[in-house]
């Protein structure tokens, strides 16, 4: 559902928010995360545009997040990749008018208006939902998968 871009995005800052002061290095993330290095550098370099990331030169450098991981809608995040699940549907031949218009299918203006109405609500969804969420589901699912049996609490 959601294109490569943006599971690498949200892959890689998962990755930096495992560790947030922690400079990281371009091939340093993709290895970590089994990623392309190249495509990974270009989604990097979106992602700085938008201020998710900053970057450092040097040999101390890399990339780290911009600000904390519950300050990063998702929604921001796949905007800045251009990756958002759902594509804004096409206008509607003679949309605003009556819908008398011969050249489009009652059925289609249906179908068109369910995309819009997807695409808002996965918007909304995306806007409320945080990298630091998808953070706390990445160490639950770590800790459940360990040699330790998970967290045990009580």
Known sequence: ???????????????LALDPVRWRSVNDLAEAQSLPAPM????????????????RRGRQGG??????????????????????PIESPPAAHGEGSS????????????TLALQRRLQRA?????????????????????AAQSEEGGLLLG
């Open 1 to 15: 559902m959601l294109p490569r871009s943006g599971v690498y995005a949200i892959r890689a800052l998962l990755e």
């Open 40 to 55: 990974l550098e270009q989604l990097l370099l979106k992602l700085r545009r938008a201020d998710l990331v900053e970057s």
């Open 63 to 84: 990339y780290r997040l911009a600000r904390p991981a519950a300050a990063i809608p998702l929604v921001t995040l796949l905007q800045a990749v251009q990756a958002l």
């Open 99 to 110: 819908g008398d218009d011969p050249g489009q299918e009652p059925g289609d203006l249906v």
């Open 122 to 142: 996965i918007q909304r969804e995306l806007g409320h939902l945080t990298l630091e969420e998808l953070l706390f589901d990445l160490r639950s699912t770590r």
